[in-house]
């Protein structure tokens, strides 16, 4: 039988207390306590996973009730997905759990120059948690965060003058910094590790990589601003592979849909059997490190990553559907050079209607929470357009929620 969680009974069922915790607290918010009503406490792995999962909102709605605090650090509040209206939050203690990372993966030591190009403020996490775990490996530190696309050359001359050995970001961001670099003829032969989180790994990073930094190798995280980390790659494994931490608890429900249990007392988000929206199974690595791998599938819900942020287009359809004069509606994203260059709603009007198209894309625009954001600096590349027809799959003869075209 092909084993549903990452860790086998023996490692995991000693700690379960930490979920039975977890279960504790969330059988007090009103929203939530009576789906636990007929369970009992989770003392075995089995038990854990006939446990009702947790989703997005449902996590969202026990937050709001428990507002957690550390005991012993600050409290910082970051964004949690929701991709509508204000941001929904997450909460963590100061350290972000990095030193349960760094005991297992440590991608960076003291000689390292790192250059930690993840978006700081707009209460995003993974500034703060690469900084963390920099912090741990007592290595130099250039926090250089998000920069626009005219400062690019300047900084990287400096980065190139400083001779930094490790880069951080978002695969989107760092495929700007690579491109950038490699535009301007420009190398970065100290650079080695290439640290990412927040999305998918992406290949044409490799091309720009052996172009600018021939030595440098991708170090990957997996995880949430739920979960935070929950596992890690070196350059020995496939990009789309990681090796849970022992404090999270990783199961394969149906349909290959990952969720994650805690095991970190120290933890503050109610993490039980919570879905991310990724598929996944269990594999072992080829890398050769022992134990259970999760191999991420990509995902399962309707949440897009548009510029390192989660795009909810079930939400974003729903709302131009409800526009009066739309028939139906679909959104449209279309990769430039490997990232998001434009998001666009087509829009299929009733016979005869009329509809109004800029004040609905304004109205998208400033209560999408991730597009007002992801296009701050060209909400240009936010459309709405009336269409004849919608875009369909010729195979399947499907219309999709949403589609997305690479133009090179
Ligand atoms: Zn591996």
């Known amino acids: 039988m092909t084993p549903s969680f990452s860790l086998p009974p023996e490692a995991a069922e000693p700690h379960l207390h930490v979920a ?122 250039i926090a250089v965060g998000s920069v626009t696309a005219d400062e690019y050359p300047g900084w990287l001359a400096f980065l190139a003058a400083r001779r930094v050995t490790a880069i951080g970001g978002t695969p989107s961001v760092l495929r700007l910094w690579f491109a950038h670099a490699r535009a301007a003829g420009l190398k970065l032969p100290a650079l080695r590790k290439v640290l990412w989180l927040g999305e998918a790994w992406q290949p044409q990073l490799e ?97 897009v990553q548009v510029r390192g942020l989660g795009l909810d287009v079930a939400e974003v359809v729903a709302r131009a559907e409800r526009e009066p004069g739309v028939s139906r509606a679909q959104v449209l994203i279309t990769h430039q050079g490997g990232r998001v260059g434009t998001v666009e709603v087509l829009l299929l009007a009733d016979r005869g209607a009329t509809v109004d198209i800029e004040r609905l894309r304004r109205e998208l625009l400033s209560a999408t929470f991730t597009l007002s954001t992801a296009f701050q600096h060209d909400p240009q590349s936010f459309q709405v357009r009336q269409v004849d027809g919608l875009i369909s799959n010729d195979r399947t003869g499907k219309t999709a929620t949403f589609v997305v075209r690479e133009e090179s």
Request: aromatic share 8%; charged share 20%.
């Open 207 to 303: 091309e720009d990589m052996a172009a600018v930094a021939p030595d440098a190798r991708r170090w990957g995280m997996f995880g949430s601003t739920e979960t935070w980390v929950v596992g890690t790659n070196t350059p020995d494994c496939p990009d789309d592979t990681f090796h849970p931490l022992p404090e999270q608890l990783v199961h394969v429900g149906p349909d290959d849909r990952l969720d994650f249990t805690t095991l970190n007392p120290e933890m503050l988000n109610p993490v039980l059997r919570y879905r991310t929206g990724d598929a996944g199974r269990l594999v072992a690595c080829p890398c050769g490190r022992p134990g259970r791998a999760m191999q991420v599938l990509g995902r399962q819900d309707s949440v």
């Open 20 to 141: 039975r915790r977890t279960l504790e607290r969330l059988r007090t918010v009103p929203g939530l306590a009576p789906r636990y009503a007929d369970h009992g406490e989770p003392l075995t792995l089995d038990q854990v996973a006939a446990l009702p999962p947790l989703l997005k909102d449902d996590l969202n709605v026990a937050l709001a009730h428990l507002e957690p605090r550390s005991e012993q650090t600050a409290t910082w509040i970051f964004q949690s997905g929701g991709s509508t209206g204000a941001p929904k939050v997450g909460h963590a203690p100061t350290g972000f759990y990095m030193a349960g990372v760094h005991a297992h993966w440590q991608p960076l030591d003291h000689d390292d120059v790192f250059v930690n190009a993840w978006g700081a403020g707009r209460m995003w996490g993974a500034h703060f948690l690469a900084a963390a775990l920099a912090d741990l490996s007592g290595c130099r530190i």
